[in-house]
């Protein structure tokens, strides 16, 4: 027995048979210039091309599945690699950017900050994750008051510090100290005690109000 089947021609270029254009055995003609082939459809529903397209190598034209899954295994879409109809497949949307959306969220603190005094004297306070500014002032030179001094290192006093009474100030190349007063600065007159036999260093005492307390030959045995 046999079947008469009417043969399908095209003129778009580039264009290749679809499954759904052709039924078994029948032949579909591809006829724009430069590219005109021969193709059928096999017993398995395959696009197959008998001739033309670059030396007619009959290579079969396949109709495989293509699925499209979320990152939980869930189906989004499928379509076929050689179909005639449109498929649309729409993703599921990604992160938001929005902090709020996402998921296991850090845990974000917001503990109260507080500055006090030694004597326990409130200056300010804030809170570790607060969206306005707090300004905390220390009062001057608060270190120099009752209870403690401040001792200052360099070459020469700073100039931009309220210094209180009793702060001390020791010049780094000479060792030399001093104390202030409340008005100025005041030699701190040091002692120091040279061991019988022993050579002294003594390049830091120079100053008129400082002296050497030398000890006295020890009474031999």
Not at 61 to 67: A, Q
Not at 68 to 86: I, K, R
Not at 123 to 128: D, K, M, Q, R, V
Not at 170 to 199: D, H, K
Request: glycine share 12%.
């Amino acid at each position: 027995m046999s079947i008469h089947l009417l043969h399908k021609n095209t003129f778009r270029p580039g264009y290749i048979p679809q499954p759904d254009d052709l039924v078994i055995g029948q032949l579909g003609l591809t006829i724009h210039t430069g590219e005109v082939a021969l193709w059928t459809k096999d017993s398995a529903n395959n696009i197959v091309q008998l001739s033309g397209g670059g030396g007619g190598s009959g290579a079969a034209v396949y109709n495989g599945m293509l699925t499209v899954l979320a990152s939980d295994g869930s189906l989004v879409g499928e379509f076929t690699a050689n179909q005639s109809g449109p498929t649309t497949v729409t993703l599921p949307q990604g992160f938001s950017g929005d902090y709020e959306d996402l998921a296991n969220k850090p845990t974000i603190g917001d503990g109260a900050l507080t500055i006090k005094t030694a004597e326990g004297q409130l200056l300010g306070e804030f809170t570790a994750n607060q969206t306005t500014t707090t300004e905390v002032v220390l009062p001057a030179a608060a270190a120099g008051e009752a209870g403690g001094r401040c001792l200052f290192y360099g070459e020469a006093p700073p100039k931009d510090v309220a210094f209180a009474a009793g702060d001390l100030f020791t010049q780094e190349n000479t060792l030399c100290q001093y104390v202030w007063t409340g008005s100025t600065w005041a030699g701190v007159t040091p002692a120091f005690t040279a061991v019988p036999g022993e050579n002294a260093d003594l390049s830091r005492f120079y100053l008129s109000d400082q002296y050497i307390q030398v000890q006295p030959q020890l009474p031999e045995k």
